[in-house]
């Protein structure tokens, strides 16, 4: 059942999200903070998408697949940053029921498959150093595609499960939740029923689908250093290095993030420390994520000059 078509016993029609109204001092700080990152996000996201997009030089499956990341943090912040600084600026907090459940969806579905995506990117990374002569005929466009597309449907067996399983829930008590926006552990807290089995579900999906990548990224991590070292030219090994870094440097931010949320003590402390690492994950990560990809890439550095000297040429 979900949630517009609920039973009489779910009654709660909105949910108020108190997010970060016990820092009453920090809200219009952190309203200008959060706003400064949603603009950088959307900005930044949306310019990496555009340049993979328009330049055949792009059209590589590395880039393939940080088009699709630059998307999904795109999707990441218009779930979430919104509603957060309406709230952060207005006295009646609220999301409705229907709003919520929307929220989570969304917010499961990008989160299933950065996950699943990121792997897919360590994978591509493994075959270009260490099967280099190999990788056009292993990282072609259908390959590349099925990749993707199957990160991307791992939400419907897993995301769309843990909603349905979550909204099937009653909820006739309290309507209030410490966070700034849906997720999964504080809105289960809502239910006036035993939610002890969900929680540990909760979690074992983490272990399985946030741990589970992660030790593959890291064995695929530790095949690819074996591979450089052994590398004669220290150009050619600075050059490996160079391109697995920003890969590496977004992994251990969302990775670290997530994983410290949903597999962490159930006590006051972990509650006030989740909020913390859950804007890391949902508002910091997707606004660094262009940086990162960006500042050492001289690949996306002269797509863009090109692009802007198109530009140029064109209003001229």
């Not at 697949?65 to 990441?76: A, C, I, V």
């Not at 926006?181 to 289960?188: E, K, S, T, Y």
């Not at 508002?283 to 690949?299: A, F, G, M, Q, W």
């Amino acid at each position: 059942m979900i949630p517009w078509k609920r039973d009489n016993q779910s009654c709660l029609t909105e949910i108020v999200l108190l997010g970060f109204s016990d820092f009453k001092t920090m809200q219009e700080l952190l309203f200008c903070l959060v706003l400064m990152f949603y603009f950088m996000a959307l900005m930044g996201n949306s310019l990496i998408s555009i340049l993979v997009f328009l330049n055949p030089t792009l059209h590589t499956p590395m880039y393939f697949f940080l088009w699709n990341l630059s998307f999904l943090e795109t999707g990441y912040t218009l779930t979430i940053s919104p509603k957060m600084l309406v709230n952060l600026l207005s006295e009646k907090q609220t999301i409705s029921f229907w709003g919520c459940g929307c929220q989570m969806c969304f917010f499961l579905l990008f989160s299933v498959t950065e996950c699943c995506l990121l792997c897919a990117m360590a994978y591509d990374r493994y075959v270009a150093i260490c099967r280099p002569l190999q990788y056009p005929y292993i990282m072609n466009y259908r390959e590349c595609a099925k990749l993707a597309a199957t990160s991307w449907a791992f939400w419907i067996l897993v995301g769309l499960g843990q909603f349905i399983t979550i909204f099937t829930l009653p909820y006739c008590g309290s309507n209030r939740i410490l966070h700034f926006f849906c997720d999964i552990m504080p809105v289960l807290r809502l239910a006036s029923t035993n939610t002890y089995q969900n929680e540990v579900a909760t979690v074992t999906i983490t272990v399985v689908f946030a741990l589970v990548p992660l030790l593959l990224i890291f064995f695929s991590y530790i095949l690819i250093i074996s591979s450089i070292l052994r590398m004669p030219v220290a150009k050619n090994r600075s050059k490996a290095f160079s391109t697995c870094s920003s890969h590496l440097t977004v992994v251990f931010l969302y990775y670290g993030s997530i994983t410290a949320t949903y597999i962490c003590p159930n006590s006051e402390y972990s509650v006030d420390n989740n909020r913390i690492l859950s804007l890391l994950y949902t508002v910091v990560t997707p606004t660094l994520n262009p940086i990162i990809y960006s500042l050492r890439n001289k690949e996306i550095k002269a797509a863009f000059k090109k692009s802007v000297a198109r530009i140029w040429i064109f209003f001229r």
